[in-house]
């Protein structure tokens, strides 16, 4: 059971719009600790996609933004594109755990 | 451009020390904090626990008991052992660096797969 709880998997069509959730708690999200998302693509190593809730590292398209407010995050995908489809990982800090926690993953399907 | 490649043996016996090391390459190892995180296959990421250049340590509180985590600044390594493995220790470890000032991990090395069977 992961400390952030992300869903298992979400999906869309090609050029749509998606969103994966990154719900927390009071100790990690809501202390106001930042989020940050990474994308695994299937055999690689995760990289990271978004930085402090809602920065871009230079290369990462501007279809990828992240958003967070109160004890929850969000990632967006606008303009969805076959090689989106990867596992999308959010990640935080926790003040109880005095470390760093991970949510359990979301699979991106691109139908 | 920061680089990191995992190196150690794939396969540890139960009850055993599984012990990996992760060299540094194209940048400074001393003025940073590294990390170790694991993914067991199929499942999601786990933070181990990091390192500060100057030796001091945090751990997963689940782990804390099996863990250590060293660094040898001289030869831009750093180190992960884990003791008395089960086969719930399978997984493939990722050596990261966290990046400076927030709580990210920014350069990731590709990960290697440990397989604890007899």
């Known amino acids: 059971q992961s400390v952030l709880t992300q869903p298992p998997s979400v999906s869309g069509a090609p050029g749509q719009r998606v969103t994966i959730s990154c719900s927390g708690s009071?100790?990690?999200?809501?202390?106001?600790?930042?989020v940050h998302w990474y994308q695994q693509l299937p055999g690689t190593a995760p990289k990271l996609l978004i930085y402090?809730?809602?920065n871009r590292p230079s290369g990462v398209p501007d279809r990828f933004s992240g958003s967070k407010s109160g004890t929850s995050a969000s990632l967006a995908i606008t303009g969805l594109q076959a090689e989106d489809e990867a596992d999308y990982y959010c990640q935080s800090y926790d003040s109880s755990l005095s470390g760093v926690v991970f949510g359990g993953g979301t699979k991106l399907t691109v139908l | 451009q920061v680089q990191l490649q995992e190196s150690g043996p794939g396969l540890v016996k139960p009850s055993e020390t599984l012990s990996l090391t992760c060299t540094v390459s194209?940048?400074?190892?001393?003025?940073?904090?590294w990390s170790w995180i694991r993914q067991p296959p199929g499942k999601g990421l786990e933070w181990i626990g990091y390192?500060?250049?100057?030796?001091?340590?945090n751990y997963n509180p689940s782990l804390k008991s099996r863990v250590t985590i060293s660094v040898d600044t001289s030869k831009k390594q750093f180190s992960l052992r884990l003791s008395s493995v089960t086969a719930a220790d399978t997984a493939v470890y990722y050596c990261?660096?966290?990046?400076?000032?927030?709580?990210?991990?920014?350069?990731w090395g590709q990960g290697t797969l440990v397989t604890v069977s007899s």
């Open positions: 194209g940048g400074s190892i001393s003025s940073d904090y």
């Open positions: 990261a660096r966290l990046a400076p000032v927030t709580t990210n991990f920014d350069y």
């Open positions: 009071s100790s990690n999200i809501g202390a106001a600790y930042d």
């Open positions: 402090d809730n809602s």
């Open positions: 390192i500060y250049y100057s030796g001091s340590t």
